[in-house]
């Protein structure tokens, strides 16, 4: 067993397919799976197991897998300290965040830092807050960027920006042309919400609790996975909801969706830097770090 070997079976996991993974790291399949069998021979079980179109990882397979990821973060931070020895900030970075961070924080902060330093390649880890405070727990993720403060005690988290929620639905509801609304109002209405997880259904939930008043109160007729899913929900017709004004702003300027805010309810929140309390972080994460924050202040993030 090597590095090598791990790489390739984290690449088969996580692309759920032999092929893909092939492509992916430029080796025919044959090859993959021939990689596979020797990971397989030298832990003595089955890791993988193919399901019609997909590659699935076995109990075995899943245990091997947070291992793998673990060794594998470690193996970039030595390179980078290394590259630091040397006076180069080069390597690579895996860092994680929830919704909204990855899809409207990080990518042109990702793509100014690689443009400052062409030797370094930075990957992004998607997935709900919960998701992403356990990746870092274990060790996969350096950093990350988050939607709620975890009461975890190993976690290290400092404000980053604030985002500001509202009330979303469609152009031609019959709210669509308010500028606010009664909660009374919203807790009568078919409501969309996020799975557990996500930070964004526990920020609504401490808006709600904060007027004495608990999720479980909206008429709930859907919940889903991704807020992409909940824009197209609310596109049409399922339901309306509470999301951030980021992940709507095209939607808002061309129109197809209306914000309101609600009534006497505070709908901002924080997003977090977060860090494993105990992990000293690489020369490559300091320096992505400092230039994090070089950038909220250029360009006046609050």
């Given amino acids: 067993m090597d590095l090598w070997h791990l790489h390739i079976f984290c690449k088969v996991v996580e692309l ?35 399901f019609s179109r997909e590659a699935v990882p ?35 970075l895996v860092i994680g965040g929830s919704t909204i ?56 988290q400092e404000k980053f920006i604030e985002d500001e929620m509202r009330l979303i639905v469609p152009k031609d509801h019959q709210w669509a042309g308010e500028k606010s609304l009664d909660l009374d109002m919203l807790l009568k209405e078919p409501f969309i919400t996020r799975e557990e997880g996500s930070g964004t259904l526990k920020s609504i939930q401490n808006s709600l609790g904060a007027k004495n008043h608990r999720i479980e109160e909206l008429r709930i007729v859907a ?22 004004a980021l992940a709507v702003s095209e939607e808002l300027r061309s129109g197809s969706l209306r914000a309101l805010e609600i009534s006497g309810v505070n709908l901002r929140r924080r997003f977090y830097l977060t860090l494993h309390r105990d992990r000293t972080p690489s020369p490559l994460c300091k320096a992505f770090l400092k230039f994090l924050k070089k950038e909220k202040i250029n360009q006046g993030i609050q």
């Fill in 16 to 50: 759920k397919s032999f092929s893909k993974a092939g492509k992916h790291i430029n080796l025919s399949q044959p090859t993959i799976s021939s990689h596979i069998k020797d990971l397989e021979d030298h832990f003595n079980c089955r890791l993988i197991d193919r």
């Fill in 58 to 92: 076995t109990k075995a397979g899943e245990l091997l897998y947070e291992y793998a990821r673990r060794l594998i973060a470690l193996r970039d931070e030595t390179e980078s300290a290394l590259a630091e020895f040397h006076g180069k900030i080069s390597g690579r």
């Fill in 101 to 156: 961070p990855s899809a409207y924080i990080l990518p042109r902060i990702v793509g100014a830092f690689t443009k400052n330093y062409p030797e370094v390649t930075i990957s992004v880890h998607v997935g709900d807050t919960d998701k992403i405070i356990k990746d870092t727990l274990s060790g996969v993720l350096e950093l990350s960027i988050v939607g709620y403060k975890t009461e975890e005690k190993r976690i290290l």
């Fill in 223 to 244: 919940e889903m996975g991704s807020t992409e899913a909940v824009i197209q929900g609310i596109k049409n017709k399922v339901g309306v909801s509470i999301l951030s």
